[in-house]
């Protein structure tokens, strides 16, 4: 018997703490797991007892990279248990700042974490010796999703101008437009990453993922739709635990998500752009066309095209908003606490996010529950690293683990927002 064991001790070009381990006996992979060992942060047990208000600052702090999404998740979630509906001008600011995120985030992932495996480069500083022109083309795009936070925001990194009910503050129309003409080179630049991103040199490989998005009401879903799937599910965010189960593993801090009597399902650029693709802007449908994605996209190593073209969808949208633009006459609607459970779910950059709290009557968090996008992807990204590595066996063991590592580095993993909840048993003994 032939054995072989590929070990990654520290996974590189991702958002926090990560390894790989990969077994094969005799030709065929045993073992592929995708080991996720940072310590958890108990965000939910820290939201008990603190008042509905302070949520979205609180999960803010989950995630550097997407802290837009896990305030805006909390703040739709809340406003579901208080009953209320934020619409109008808010609403479109909210998509806005949410579209600042995407740009931001998509644009680190395609030129700092996921290009250089396509390029043969160690990392971003190393291919930045050879293509400072691309690298500073990336910079300057995430440059202006971070301006679109900062105004709305109140800075980059963890806003604080986001609150239930709306904002703290909302910008004037002259106030957003420097921003348009941002967004103008911006949508060039996030253009040239299409056809950018399309000429690199892809495995040919295919899954038969079970895709699972928000859809929008004619619109590409950002923070708000139905929960729908490649394979029939259409419901809404409070059907969520009827339909979805988490599990623990003994290698991952993070909780495996699955699809109740189905299994591993995706979440993420693939599954948003198969699930909505025609509600895209017409530039952003034509350039997908012309980096010949079709319809539906079911090789994850092409993802970063998928999100390259998520980062020209988000330009348009922004300057769609900025142009029909009205200043809401108060920047937030007034609310009362009451007791009640809300539900909602977004999408992060990487993937949906669904968030649920229950409120006593005085406003007090009782219960919290937070499942991020990386959760709901480990066991489809370690069905992919089972399915493609016995492709790649014959491979010298550095090319196969650098090709194991890009599997993972596909979906952008965020291991930080995952490792939210650990199961402790003590055994005493005695």
């Known amino acids: 018997m032939t054995s072989r064991t590929i070990k990654v001790d520290q996974l590189a070009r991702v958002e926090g703490e990560g390894a790989l381990k990969l077994i094969a006996r005799d030709g065929v992979v045993q073992l592929a797991e995708f080991n996720i060992f940072e310590p958890p942060r108990f965000f939910e047990a820290l939201l008990r007892d603190r008042m509905y208000a302070e949520a979205p600052d609180i999960t803010a702090r989950i995630c550097g990279i997407c802290p837009v999404a896990y305030q805006m998740s909390a703040v739709h979630a809340m406003e579901n248990a208080l009953g209320v509906v934020v619409d109008g001008p808010l609403r479109e600011l909210r998509r806005?700042?949410?579209?600042?995120?995407?740009?931001?985030?998509?644009?680190?992932?395609?030129?700092?974490?996921?290009?250089?495996?396509?390029?043969?480069?160690?990392?971003?500083?190393?291919?930045?010796?050879d293509h400072a022109d691309i690298v500073r083309r990336g910079l300057d795009l995430k440059r202006v999703g971070n301006s679109i936070i900062t105004l709305l925001g109140g800075r980059e990194i963890h806003p604080i101008n986001v609150r239930v009910g709306g904002f703290y503050r909302t910008p004037r129309k002259r106030e957003l437009q420097p921003l348009a003409e941002e967004l103008k080179r911006a949508r060039d630049r996030a253009l040239a990453t299409v056809r950018w991103t399309a000429g690199f040199d892809f495995?040919?490989?295919?899954?038969?993922?079970?895709?699972?998005?928000?859809?929008?009401?004619?619109?590409?879903?950002?923070?708000?739709?139905?929960?729908?799937?490649?394979?029939?599910?259409?419901?809404?965010?409070?059907?969520?635990?009827?339909?979805?189960?988490?599990?623990?593993?003994?290698?991952?801090?993070?909780?495996?998500?699955?699809?109740?009597?189905?299994?591993?399902?995706?979440?993420?650029?693939?599954?948003?752009?198969?699930l909505n693709s025609a509600a895209l802007s017409p530039l952003a449908r034509e350039a997908a066309c012309e980096a010949g994605l079709g319809p539906v996209c079911v090789n994850p190593f092409r993802s970063i095209i998928v999100r390259a073209v998520e980062v020209l969808y988000a330009c348009d949208e922004a300057l769609r908003i900025i142009d029909d633009y009205e200043e809401p006459e108060r920047p937030a609607i007034d609310l009362e606490p009451r007791a009640g459970t809300g539900f909602a779910a977004t999408e992060a950059p990487r993937g949906m996010l669904y968030h649920r709290y229950r409120l006593n009557a005085d406003g007090k968090i009782a219960d919290a529950r937070i499942v991020p996008p990386t959760s709901q992807n480990q066991p489809s990204i370690e069905e992919d690293l089972r399915t493609f590595a016995n492709a790649w066996l014959d491979l010298p063991d550095d090319t196969l683990r650098?090709?194991?590592?890009?599997?993972?580095?596909?979906?952008?993993?965020?291991?930080?927002c995952a490792t939210h909840f650990l199961r402790l048993e003590i055994d005493r003994g005695g």
């Open 402 to 416: 650098h090709r194991c590592e890009q599997t993972i580095r596909n979906h952008d993993p965020c291991i930080s």
């Open 96 to 129: 806005l700042i949410y579209c600042g995120e995407w740009i931001e985030s998509h644009t680190l992932h395609v030129y700092m974490l996921h290009a250089p495996d396509f390029l043969g480069y160690e990392g971003a500083i190393e291919m930045a010796r």
């Open 203 to 274: 495995p040919d490989v295919e899954r038969d993922y079970e895709f699972v998005a928000l859809r929008g009401d004619g619109e590409y879903p950002l923070s708000q739709g139905r929960i729908v799937s490649s394979r029939g599910l259409d419901i809404s965010a409070a059907e969520y635990d009827e339909h979805f189960e988490e599990s623990h593993v003994q290698h991952s801090t993070a909780l495996h998500a699955q699809i109740k009597a189905r299994g591993a399902y995706l979440t993420g650029p693939l599954a948003r752009y198969a």
